[in-house]
């Protein structure tokens, strides 16, 4: 058994089966032991595969969509001084996108990278380690925060932007028993030298609404339908709105729309684990080894970000987006670099319904 694996178990003896939100967290998170902790190789080698990872072109396409909302934005404040553009980015991994953003803003965008504020959001120190590393040409110009609370205001646009955060984010699984009509959580227990699936009890719960559901939708579902729910996720998005006076919200992301949640196929939920690009459905083996992520629920998000003031401008998928932006630069090509053969085959990958176009999409919010 692995240390991460006995401290999991320690606090199962100790508490109770958890939920399988808290194992997760700790699979993933735990400082030194969980997955996210310790130095991965991304990419076609590595453990896992983002749009990042496939070359330079992402983080050049958004670059060039930032610019053109900042641009349209209102440049002028009182005084008659430009204002700044302020990037806060979360989900920073190894720091490779923020490389790829900065160096397209200081050859392509000069008057703006004067100017530039580029936040990043990241709790673990280790994490902030490896990014200073990636991003040490560019030391003056980036600040790290532990959370939103720490996020300097400065008078201008705020683009707040993630990718793959959410579907990393810890999740609560509920399942469905047709026989009393009523949701259950999954919780994760101990047995036989092992993690077990277990219901969990009401004074085991979290406080937190189960999944709501039309009434005729809930007479047809079939018993043990399960599917996952992500608080962590509404409420992060709820705080990153808070911080906005004007800009945008951006997240890019594999998800679905809530009712897409509800078919049969996805009759266990859409939580999987990940090893070297292998997809597994038994989420509670070797804590720490393997990724676990879920899709993300767009229609909450979006939900959130309205509650709280914000308007909805697209929830799009990858290839429509980037299709929209690749259009914006053939009117200014000037303004982009040249379209060569490498950044062809990148932009082939980021679209192509085979690839990442049709599982990802992108979910845009402003003030």
Request: glycine fraction near 6%.
């Amino acid at each position: 058994m692995t240390s991460l694996a006995s401290k999991i178990r320690e606090e199962i003896d100790r508490d109770g089966a958890i939920s399988f939100a808290r194992f997760m967290e700790m699979a993933l998170y735990s400082p030194e032991l969980g997955y996210y902790e310790r130095q991965r190789q991304i990419g076609q080698k590595g453990d896992f595969f983002t749009s990042a990872s496939v070359g330079n072109l992402f983080g050049e396409l958004l670059a060039f969509q930032f610019a053109e909302w900042f641009e349209k934005s209102a440049v002028e404040n009182a005084k008659g001084q430009k204002k700044c553009l302020q990037l806060v980015e979360s989900g920073t991994h190894n720091g490779q996108l923020a490389l790829d953003i900065l160096r397209w803003f200081k050859q392509f965008r000069p008057e703006i990278f004067q100017n530039l504020n580029y936040s990043i959001l990241e709790p673990s120190p280790r994490h902030r380690d490896w990014q200073q590393k990636t991003l040490a040409e560019f030391s003056g110009q980036i600040s790290w925060h532990k959370d939103f609370s720490e996020i300097p205001r400065h008078p201008g646009f705020t683009i707040v932007f993630s990718n793959e955060l959410f579907d990393a984010m810890p999740i609560h699984r509920f399942g469905w028993d047709a026989k009393v009509k009523t949701w259950f959580e999954w919780g994760v227990g101990w047995k036989e030298d092992n993690f077990v699936w277990k219901r969990l009890s009401e004074n085991q719960r979290e406080p937190m609404p189960y999944p709501q559901l039309a009434p005729e939708l809930l007479a047809v579902l079939p018993d043990g339908f399960t599917t996952e729910i992500c608080p962590t996720a509404s409420a992060w998005w709820k705080e990153a709105a808070s911080i906005l006076d004007s800009g945008k919200l951006v997240a890019i992301d594999y998800g679905l729309r809530a009712e897409e949640f509800l078919t049969p196929e996805r009759s266990h939920g859409t939580a999987r684990a990940y090893f070297q690009h292998r997809v597994t459905a038994d989420l509670l083996a070797h804590p720490g080894e393997q990724d676990l992520t879920a899709h993300v629920d767009f229609t909450a998000l979006q939900e959130a970000g309205e509650t709280a003031g914000l308007q909805t401008d697209a929830l799009v998928s990858q290839t429509k987006f980037f299709m929209e932006v690749l259009g914006k630069i053939a009117k200014r090509p000037e303004k982009f670099g040249e379209w060569n053969e490498k950044r062809a085959k990148q932009f082939q990958t980021l679209t192509h319904p085979q690839h990442l176009g049709r599982s990802f999409r992108v979910l845009i919010q402003s003030r």
